[in-house]
């Protein structure tokens, strides 16, 4: 039982480069996020999808989109990449609850993603 | 927009000490989550708190819910080595989509 696996686990990216971030979990939960964990400032929400078909935007979404594929998959893609993205990129999953955040999140292993 | 606090930013400890970490809000919680994250590792639930006033303990931690649900702690006892990490709570409101990380307490023990 991996959990929520996250690929790839490093990347160096040129300004203006695009890559996408994979996120997939095995734990048949509804929802999922993706996190940016800078410094000093914790984690703070890029996007994140309530259940299959649905995606919202968090408290950092600028420069980001996301998809969710399945219910398995969520990515989150960087259209032109900025040194300002330069972070550890952490993707979660839970059970959707009666209400949001009453379920435990169980975090990938994360990515950490370099721009020059 | 609602406001979250953690204090402290960073806490040294000298093994065998107690400390607390505190994280307060601008408005009624939902409901609180704490987090524990290794150096170089991810974020892994501790536990969840639901009730005004609730305490919860695992072993030498113990958590705590304020009366009015705006504020919780997480104490720890007798440290040791093991407890190095980040402390994070996760506050949700009780409106839909609101939910935030505090910004977390480093600690670091030296024996």
């Known amino acids: 039982n991996a959990g929520v696996t996250q690929t790839p686990k490093f990347q160096v990216l040129k300004t203006g480069q695009s890559m996408t971030l994979q996120c997939a979990q095995d734990?048949?939960?509804?929802?999922m996020y993706w996190y940016r964990q800078d410094p000093g400032m914790g984690l703070r929400l890029i996007y994140y999808?309530?259940?299959?078909?649905?995606?919202d935007k968090g408290e950092v979404p600028n420069g980001y989109n996301v998809s969710r594929l399945n219910k398995r998959e969520f990515s989150l893609r960087l259209e032109s990449a900025a040194p300002s993205q330069t972070s550890v990129y952490f993707c979660?999953?839970?059970?959707?609850?009666?209400?949001?955040?009453?379920?435990?999140?169980?975090f990938g292993d994360g990515t950490r993603l370099s721009i020059l | 927009g609602q406001q979250v606090m953690q204090i402290p930013q960073y806490q040294h400890v000298q093994e065998g000490e107690d400390f607390t970490t505190y994280c307060n809000s601008s408005?009624?919680?939902?409901?609180i989550q704490w987090y524990k994250q290794r150096p170089g590792g991810h974020p892994v639930f501790l536990i969840q708190?639901?009730?005004?006033?609730e305490v919860k303990k695992q072993k030498r931690l113990t958590f705590q819910f304020g009366e009015a649900k705006k504020n919780s702690s997480l104490h720890i006892t007798a440290t040791q080595t093991t407890d190095v990490g980040t402390y994070f709570c996760f506050m949700t409101t009780d409106s839909w989509g609101k939910f935030q990380f505090g910004a977390g307490t480093q600690v670091v023990v030296t024996p």
């Open positions: 734990m048949n939960h509804n929802s």
């Open positions: 708190l639901v009730k005004s006033g």
């Open positions: 999808s309530a259940s299959e078909g649905t995606t």
């Open positions: 979660a999953s839970s059970e959707l609850g009666s209400t949001w955040g009453n379920q435990p999140q169980h």
């Open positions: 408005t009624t919680l939902s409901n």
